[in-house]
């Protein structure tokens, strides 16, 4: 990822380009990884993820022609052009149904009531389960504060960001992505209480350990805005519902066991990865990162047999990583495909990254793209 001023120029530079003006404002927020606590944001639960040094920037200038134009670097093709007066319905297809979303979620506290043009630009690999979507969505939102001159809280921009997946993708995703997108510290994991929204920065301490962050984009895509996701959810939700709890991570494991099928998985995951994110943030405190990779391979084999969202590269990566010499590796997001995250010694950064590679190879497997992260700041305004 490039400096702040490299990318903001970029981004006038190509709003200039695709619109003829210089934008207003220009945005920046990064994707994320979660470290561990996966599927327990929308069970009220506590997760750990990190902000990452890619992101979405967007540059936004005001128009008079009363509609949104929207594009992007990574789109080919003229932008896409909706009358503001077609905003306010819900669901629609396409990538730029994020944007849309941000931009209505937001309008009550801009004015654009001319309609503004909007272009992004990022570098998180789209739907590799690292959250280009919430990096897509608070851009937005940031570039709008950009503009406007206005600033409001991380946490109201999160939860606008997050309206808008829902809303205008379609996918009921938890505040996970959106929290860490906004609110992501370098060094830092975010810990946040998804049923409270209460957050803490937890340091990671992986540079005194010589410790990196090592993510493999497995490149396999199996199913997850398809219906996958809200499958999972809804399952939890009929959990909940049945045992008498509002969030799913505070039932009695004992009560759990006495579900029916599938629910009883899914709950056991829910519960049992609670008590992981606690034993995590310890660990990581005590600088006992062979806790934590007991923790990682115990929370992927849960989300692998219980909560059933892994997939065999992501098995492959995380099994071929831990054979090679990494302290800890499990599936990242929502699964079904896309990433790993490892912690991986400096110098064994390149033997772990063949062994992931060797072991595509031998299965089979599209090769992955495996990148070395330092968890990054959040949000920010570029211009
Ligand atoms: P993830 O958030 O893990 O990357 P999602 O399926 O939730 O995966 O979101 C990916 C989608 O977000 C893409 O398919 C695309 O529609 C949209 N998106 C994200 N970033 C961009 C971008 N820079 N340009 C266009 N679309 C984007
Ligand atoms: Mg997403």
Not at 7 to 12: E, M, P, T
Not at 165 to 182: K, L, N, R
Not at 202 to 219: A, C, G, I, K, S
Not at 289 to 297: D, N, Q, T
């Amino acid at each position: 990822m490039s400096t702040g001023s490299a990318l903001r120029d970029d981004a006038v530079a190509g709003h200039v380009a695709a619109y003829g003006v210089e934008p207003a404002g220009v945005g920046f927020a990064p994707g994320r990884v979660n470290l561990i606590g996966e599927h327990i944001d929308y069970n009220g639960g506590l997760v750990l993820p990190v902000a990452l040094p890619l992101g979405t920037t967007c540059s936004v200038s005001p128009r008079d022609d009363g509609a949104l134009h929207v594009s992007s670097a990574s789109v080919d093709g003229p932008p896409v052009v909706v009358p503001l007066d077609d905003l306010e319905s819900g669901a629609r297809q396409g990538w730029s149904s994020y944007v849309l979303g941000a931009f209505a979620h937001s309008r009550s506290r801009h004015s654009f009531e001319g309609g503004a043009s909007l272009r992004v630009d990022g570098d998180v690999p789209l739907g590799a389960g690292l959250s280009s979507s919430a990096s897509l969505e608070c851009a937005v939102l940031v570039a709008l504060d950009a503009a406007t001159g206005l600033v409001h809280d991380p946490l109201t921009l999160a939860l606008s960001a997050q309206a808008a997946e829902h809303e205008y993708a379609g996918v009921p995703c938890g505040i996970m992505d959106q929290a860490a997108s906004m609110l992501g510290r370098a060094d830092h994991a975010l810990l946040l209480d998804s049923a409270t929204l209460h957050h803490e920065h937890v340091p990671l301490h992986l540079q005194e350990q010589e410790v990196v962050l090592l993510v493999v984009n497995t490149r396999a895509h199996h199913e997850l805005t398809d219906g996958g996701y809200a499958e999972r959810r809804a399952a939890c939700e009929r959990a909940a519902a049945v045992l008498g709890v509002e969030y799913l991570v505070d039932a009695e494991p004992a009560a759990v066991e006495a579900l029916p099928e599938p629910e009883r998985r899914r709950a056991r995951h829910v519960v049992s990865e609670q008590t992981r994110v606690r034993a995590a943030v310890r660990a990581f405190g005590l600088g006992d990162l062979a806790s934590v990779g007991e923790l990682f391979a115990a929370s992927h084999a849960s989300l692998r047999d219980d909560f059933e969202v892994s997939c065999p590269e992501l098995d492959v990566a995380v099994a071929a990583a831990y054979d090679a010499g990494a302290l800890a590796s499990r599936m990242t997001g929502g699964g079904f495909g896309g990433s790993t995250v490892a912690l991986v010694r400096v110098d064994d950064v390149v033997v772990v990254t063949a062994g992931v590679e060797a072991a595509f190879r031998s299965a089979g497997f599209r090769s992955p793209e495996v990148l070395v992260v330092a968890p990054a700041d959040g949000a920010r305004t570029l211009y």
